[in-house]
């Protein structure tokens, strides 16, 4: 039901932890079934040098998250929030229909992280 | 790599004495039952032999049993059959929360259809009380379906006392017993049922065939119009092989049961007795009056799906009644009723033996099994910080 590269971020996770010194942190659940993902960014010149994630969740869950952290290192702030749901998604291979919207919460934790870095930025 | 199956709950595979029986009319004893000539005569006659197998299965007489396709038609013929026969007496009936697709899918029909159905909640080890039987009863009621044994969390109800409390206002009864046909003993006299359904995969017979125990007497409704098979209570050309194969299999069933039940015991026990020394691991359903092969646990922190599929890299095949592993993304409503909290009804996961299992299948699904566990919780945010607290009996206890 999945793809190979959901199955490889999934039961290989890139870039589990999290992040003792981070520049922002974001957490996004899903209400209904309670899947919850936490992002931690380190930022470096309005740069994404390092991202962390935890995640609870299903398999497909898990497998963004490790996508999400992936595709945003050395990104910049504003290349990252232009990362999609969609494009996480194309990324690994695509999900189910089903899972597409209860699991693909990376790209909104990330959101959340940048915001995250910004208000603690205006401080 | 080896393929340890776990969920028997699921269906079971077929067993070589079954298929062996079946064979011949997959092949040259492929007439038709109503045929007058000497394929329909024999064709009749086996399954009028296996309708007598299955009818000692659960000591009923043969007479009363009226072959299906499945436990799910056996169930929907029981509910809208018996509501259509007395809908004159009263539009009103009663299920449990413990229910299969089957019998709750029926029931919303049949609300659909003007009757009133009430749904009775559960205790947390998922047991139906008799007396939340006796206060739902209406003048209305004209059925009462209560599972007899759980397949998510195991839970076997206490039936008896439930028909007794019917039975003081004349009220029909209806039990599914797809999981426990087969498994532990089912007689339809002790149980003082009017109806019963059986799947003959649930205890190694083939996929195709189940069977509604209709008491003799008892008006009920068709599902399926059409000739006289089935003395006209169920039309269309049987199913010929799959009924002579529910027949060995009930055969062999009767014969085994309590070696089966002997069998299995210990390795369920095995599991729950060494996973709930698990921290944050609790058993859902009750302890004592438990299917003889099933193990149902909420793993704290962790999401069921994902359980399933590091459990299947490793050549174990399981269940789960979380949300993200059922195509429906929803909890089980099972779960739910026993006041299961939704995120911890998302760390459900389910181990039903079978007689291929061994020892030594346990032996590996307990080395492997805690190692997913840790590794999932690893990844998880809740697991850090949450305190642990002690494994156990039931999950809706703590707190």
């Known amino acids: 039901m999945y793809s190979e590269k959901v199955m ?45 994630f935890k995640t609870f969740g299903c398999g497909s869950a898990i ?11 050395g990104k910049t702030l504003e290349e990252a929030l232009a990362i999609s749901k969609e494009a996480v998604a194309d990324a690994l291979g695509g999900l189910p229909p089903q899972k597409m919207h209860c699991s693909n919460l990376g790209a909104d934790a990330l959101k959340k992280a940048i915001e995250d870095y910004k208000s603690r930025q205006k401080k | 790599m080896k393929k340890y199956y776990f969920d028997h709950v699921a269906t079971n595979p077929l067993h070589p004495d079954v298929l062996e029986a ?38 009923s007489k043969p007479a009363e049993i009226i072959f299906t396709a499945n436990g799910a038609e056996a169930n929907n013929f029981a509910l809208r059959g018996i509501a259509l026969a007395k809908q004159n007496e009263g539009k009103h009936i009663i299920v449990s929360r413990m229910e299969h697709h089957s019998i709750l899918n029926s029931a919303r029909f049949l609300e659909k259809s003007g009757f009133v159905v009430t749904y009775l909640p559960v205790d947390k080890k998922g047991f139906v009380s008799p007396d939340a039987v006796r206060k739902a009863i209406t003048k209305e009621t004209v059925l009462i379906s209560v599972t007899h044994g759980s397949s998510e969390v195991g839970t076997i109800e206490p039936l008896k006392e439930i028909v007794k409390v019917a039975k003081e206002k004349k009220i029909i009864v209806h039990t599914d017993a797809v999981a426990t046909t087969g498994n532990i003993p089912v007689d339809v006299k002790d149980l003082g049922v009017d109806l019963l359904s ?58 085994e049961l309590q070696m089966r039940m002997d069998y299995l015991k210990p390795l369920r026990d095995r599991i729950i007795n060494t996973l709930t020394e698990e921290k944050n691991v609790f058993l859902t359903g009750d302890r004592e009056n438990r299917l003889p092969g099933h193990v149902s646990f909420c793993v704290e922190f962790i999401e069921g799906e994902a359980m399933l599929l590091l459990l299947a890299a490793k050549g174990i095949f399981s269940a789960s009644g979380s949300a993200c592993s ?19 009804a998302q760390g459900s996961i389910v181990f039903s033996l079978g007689m291929g299992n061994t020892s030594e299948d346990i032996d590996y699904l307990l080395k492997e099994f805690p190692a997913v566990i840790s590794r999932l919780r690893e990844i998880s945010p809740f697991a850090q910080g949450w305190g642990d607290k002690d494994g156990g009996e039931s999950c809706t206890v703590k707190k």
Do not use: W
């Open chain 2, 326 to 344: 059922s195509k429906a993304l929803k909890a089980s409503p099972v779960l739910l009723a026993m006041g299961v909290p939704a995120g911890l």
């Open chain 1, 63 to 73: 497998a963004v998250s490790s996508m999400v952290t992936e595709m945003v290192k």
């Open chain 1, 8 to 52: 490889d971020h999934f039961t290989n996770p890139r870039n589990v932890g999290d992040m003792e010194d981070a520049d922002g942190v974001g957490i996004e659940g899903n209400p209904t079934c309670g899947d919850t993902m936490k992002i931690s960014i380190k930022v470096v010149d309005n740069r994404i040098v390092d991202a962390k």
């Open chain 2, 198 to 255: 059986i799947a003959a995969h649930q205890f190694y017979g083939p996929k195709g065939a189940g069977a509604l125990y209709v008491k003799q007497g008892m008006r009920i409704v068709p599902l399926i119009y059409g000739g006289i098979q089935e003395s006209g209570r169920r039309a269309g050309t049987e199913n010929v092989p799959a009924i002579v194969g529910m027949g060995k299999a009930a055969e062999m069933a009767k014969a």
């Open chain 2, 22 to 59: 079946m064979m011949p009319y997959f092949k040259e004893e492929f007439g038709n039952p109503l045929s007058i000539y000497e394929y329909g005569s024999k064709a009749k006659n086996a399954i009028e032999e296996a309708r007598e197998k299955v009818a000692a299965l659960i000591n």
